[in-house]
């Protein structure tokens, strides 16, 4: 089975970032906003991205995977990229296999980052928030299984553009290109049997937990249940929907634990004015107000190592740099160039496609 990656940025720090239940390393770059947010998290080191199998470039599986079976993936792309140890990003479902990563490989985790995630997604005696899930899981499995493609997963993952024309197709699109519905359809199953809260007790390195209010596939008591049960937990509550890097992303706050000269450090990326709240009072703690600067600049790198003309900005491995970025310290990479296939079942294997 091969495993699409991407390497972009150049740093001590790694950030490995684990996609949701929708990923595609190519239509990430063409979407603006995408592409700006990964920007900045790359601009913080060296940011791995990847397709889980099922989804993006990535092989389709041959039958049913557990979520243990699934995070191997993980670990596969880690030690293609020879990361040792790494910041995992965890985004939505890729929040739990996170969670599960770092509880059996402690060693190989610096921190957590945790977005629109859950320890568990369906209901249970014991969970009351699954109610809310049970109706996603049961929306996303009739798309599934006779209208995938036509962009209606966006009332759930995007509900404040429903309305947009442009953005449903946009949907639409990704869904076509992104997962087919036979393989969305074993993912939902896997995903109704993920229960990772046995583990959060366990987990000893920095957590960062981003909610979003309007959150329909992750919504809020999901997040405060994680923040609650996780030792070292910060938990930060923003407006907007479950898609992390659409409206405004400026008024957004990623912290990122780094762990690298205290345990406790954490590098702030964009940050506006953002209320940050107790996840166990729901009262203010603190604000902040800031503002990002961008330089902007013609990129004209070669593969491999290098630096742009001008601002001296490291580009990714692999990458090749045309185009204008408002970023500092961060190219926008050549997404064709910069993509490898690896071979899980052969480590040491990998193909890396041509521009």
Not at 1 to 30: F, N, T
Not at 327 to 340: G, K, Q, R, Y
């Amino acid at each position: 089975m091969y495993i699409a990656y991407q390497v972009i940025g150049d740093g001590e720090l790694d950030i490995v970032a684990v996609p949701g239940l929708i990923s595609h390393l190519d239509l990430w770059w063409g979407e603006p906003t995408a592409a700006r947010f990964f920007r900045r998290l790359a601009s913080l080191g060296r940011l791995i991205m990847f397709d889980k199998r099922d989804t993006g470039l990535s092989d389709r599986a041959s039958s049913d995977a557990s979520l243990e079976q699934r995070m191997d993936d993980v670990q596969a792309v880690m030690r293609a990229c020879g990361s040792e140890k790494a910041v995992l990003f965890g985004y939505s479902e890729g929040g739990p296999m996170s969670i599960l990563f770092a509880a059996t490989y402690p060693e190989r985790v610096t921190s957590l980052i945790l977005v629109g995630s859950a320890a568990r997604w369906s209901f249970a005696p014991d969970y009351a928030c699954g109610r809310q899930s049970n109706e996603m899981l049961s929306a996303l499995d009739e798309l599934a299984a006779s209208r995938w493609g036509q962009g209606e997963s966006i009332e759930w993952y995007a509900p404040s553009l429903a309305d947009v024309p442009r953005a449903r197709q946009a949907f639409a699109h990704w869904e076509r290109l992104a997962v087919t519905p036979s393989a969305l359809q074993r993912m939902l199953r896997m995903i109704r049997a993920i229960d990772v809260r046995s583990v959060l007790a366990a987990i000893r390195v920095p957590a960062l937990v981003i909610q979003r209010q309007g959150d329909r596939v992750a919504p809020q008591c999901q997040g405060r249940y994680l923040a609650d049960h996780l030792p070292r937990a910060r938990y930060f509550e923003q407006p907007g929907d479950h898609v992390l890097w659409l409206g405004d992303t400026d008024a957004s706050t990623a912290l990122v634990p780094t762990g690298r000269s205290t345990a406790a450090q954490i590098v702030r990326v964009a940050t506006s004015t953002t209320i940050v709240k107790s996840a166990r009072t729901g009262t203010p703690e603190s604000s902040s107000t800031s503002t990002s600067i961008g330089v902007e600049s013609i990129c004209t790198c070669s593969p491999g190592r290098a630096a742009c003309v001008g601002v001296n900005m490291p580009c990714g491995r692999f990458a090749v740099c045309r185009r204008v970025t408002a970023e500092p310290n961060v190219c926008l990479p050549d997404a064709t160039a910069s993509i490898t296939l690896y071979n899980v079942d052969r480590p040491g294997s990998g193909t890396t496609p041509g521009p």
